[in-house]
């Protein structure tokens, strides 16, 4: 049973990469309805510790509830950009793997009342968390038309940025902006009638950039990932799940300057820097579902899986 959560993506990739039955200590950093940290538990020897983070109190609750027949699982509210002191908490000094499953979970998109579906009329929210302050509603309503343009173009790819934004800035010049089925309205008559008719939903790419500015999904991201390698024992395995080309390419350039962290200029006869390689790169492409799991699980299909070891030095 997924308690209302998704399946979880790509979990036999997972599994294969990060090993739990090697045994140790592992962090599923976002935890979700708990599917992966399920299947990490069930591979798990006796001895082992899994830490399962997420930073809304729903996916605390489902999780522990579906696991509870597991011992060796512990549930920490909090976010996974903060992984160090929060496993600090517990003694924890290190992990032999860790999964990071990035994005906004189904659970959140398929409960209309959290506010982060266009296709469902709800107050406009999207907050992971919901104890912070920060929701769709202040930015929608309340951030300058230039910054909610530069939102909606960086991290939503829009084309039509400029368009939504003066034409989201002209509706709640007149009232304001209460609910997500009135934004999406907005945003369709801000978009010409033949780019409606083609490509994904006309408020796909501007819900997605709004989410990502009220939780903060990739200021920071690069810090926390390199944070979260950091944090590996030697041969410990970190696997980061992506679903969009601006979360994927971030994880790409930290792997790749993890792998390769020399930053002499390439004309210099021997390495001066004194940055040894520490890790090593374990997808050279990223590893995409098949066709069998995209068949039953279609939100598997802009999922991107990659990896990186800690080499034993």
């Known amino acids: 049973m997924e308690s209302g959560y998704h399946v979880p993506i790509m979990l036999p990739e997972v599994l294969e990469l990060i090993k739990p039955e090697r045994g140790g200590v592992y962090i599923d950093g976002t935890l979700g309805g708990g599917g992966h940290s399920e299947g990490i538990l069930a591979r798990l020897p006796e001895g082992g510790r899994l830490y399962g983070i997420d930073r809304d109190a729903d996916a605390i609750e489902a999780a522990t509830a579906r696991l509870s027949r597991y011992p060796a699982f512990t549930a920490i509210h909090g976010n996974f950009f903060d992984m160090r002191p929060l496993l600090s908490g517990y003694g924890v000094d290190g992990a032999d793997g860790i999964l990071l499953d990035l994005g906004v979970s189904s659970h959140q998109l398929d409960d209309g009342s959290r506010g982060f579906s266009y296709t469902a009329d709800a107050r406009l929210d999207m907050r992971m968390d919901r104890s912070q302050s920060l929701s769709a509603f202040e930015v929608v309503n309340g951030y300058p038309t230039k910054r909610l343009y530069e939102i909606i173009r960086d991290y939503g790819e829009e084309r039509f940025a400029s368009r939504i934004a003066n034409a989201i800035d002209k509706a709640r010049r007149a009232s304001v902006i209460e609910t997500t089925g009135e934004l999406t309205q907005i945003i369709k008559g801000a978009i010409p009638a033949a780019a409606r008719r083609e490509g994904p939903h006309p408020a796909k790419r501007t819900f997605q950039a709004i989410r990502i500015e009220v939780n903060g999904e990739l200021a920071g991201l690069e810090k926390a990932v ?88």
């Open 226 to 313: 390199t944070d979260a390698a950091g944090f590996l024992k030697p041969g410990g395995v970190i696997a980061v799940i992506t679903f969009h080309s601006l979360e994927d390419r971030i994880v790409k350039n930290v792997f790749r300057t993890l792998d390769d962290p020399c930053i002499c200029p390439p004309s210099a006869p021997v390495c001066v820097c004194g940055r040894k390689k520490e890790h090593e790169i374990l997808t050279n492409r990223p590893i995409t579902a098949d066709e069998n799991e995209l068949a039953s699980n279609p939100r598997a299909r802009s999922a991107k899986l990659r990896a990186a070891r800690r080499l034993t030095i």
